[in-house]
């Protein structure tokens, strides 16, 4: 079983749609959750941070984790033709050292105008 | 916000040559950094721990004859693909993490194609 699974998509959705990304995960360990988000040949950027349970919101961003399930979701609202990427989800047990840092394999959105 | 800068974006190499790949922290120090390769629709994969000073830390798997790391000043650190074959054509990412900052920092990454 993998540390982290992600629904790889793609997903399509017209614009101005809410967007739902889903991450479960096994390691009851983790505390600390990212998402990313890449577009075609470029580097992950960092969208939301969040440690632990909770939520956290940033503009159309919303961020909740569920450590009960095991599940982390980000939501976009008001979905825009710009958000079309990948978008990856992340954590780990601390809030430093990479190699502690597990990734979805990310999935892919497209936002159609 | 804390800008990582990585060159070249895109190279095409020939079989059995070497290729530097360099990954710069424009505004911050990072004593540390990471290198990770990306296949097609598949997620990041953690190759090796670059250590300001000291030997690189490689993942299990990873070649460190192949895939050799040099991090020779606080903002910078190479990855040099030696003897590069066509198996070797991929994506290769390199993060770091400011202090000031949460998360991980990454670079706009290079796509190496060896022919």
């Known amino acids: 079983q993998k540390e982290v699974e992600q629904d790889p998509g793609p997903l399509s959705v017209p614009e101005g749609a809410i967007v739902s990304l889903n991450c479960t995960y096994s390691?009851?360990?983790?505390?600390?959750f990212m998402w990313y988000r890449q577009y075609s040949r470029k580097g992950p950027e960092l969208l939301m941070y969040t440690y632990s349970s909770g939520n956290k919101e940033d503009g159309r961003f919303t961020a909740q984790v569920d450590k009960s399930s095991k599940y982390i979701s980000l939501f976009i609202r008001d979905s825009q033709p710009s958000d079309s990427a990948t978008y990856l989800c992340?954590?780990?047990?601390?809030?430093?050292?990479?190699?502690?840092?597990?990734f979805g394999t990310g999935t892919r959105l497209t936002v159609i105008p | 916000g804390a800008v990582v800068s990585q060159h070249p974006s895109r190279v095409i190499c020939k079989s059995g040559t070497s290729v530097k790949i360099e990954c710069r922290s424009l505004d911050f120090q990072a004593t540390t950094m990471f290198w990770y390769r990306q296949f097609p629709k598949q997620s990041l994969m953690l190759m090796a721990t670059s250590n300001e000073g000291s030997k690189a830390t490689y993942e299990q798997g990873v070649e460190k004859d192949k895939f050799l790391i040099n991090h020779a000043s606080l903002t910078l650190s190479t990855l040099t693909v030696t003897s590069a074959h066509p198996e070797d054509s991929s994506f290769y990412i390199c993060?770091?993490?400011?202090?000031?900052?949460?998360?991980?920092?990454f670079g706009s990454g290079t796509r190496l194609t060896v022919v």
């Open positions: 390691n009851s360990a983790f505390q600390y």
């Open positions: 993060s770091a993490r400011d202090q000031r900052s949460y998360g991980y920092t």
């Open positions: 992340a954590m780990s047990v601390g809030p430093t050292g990479a190699n502690n840092l597990f």
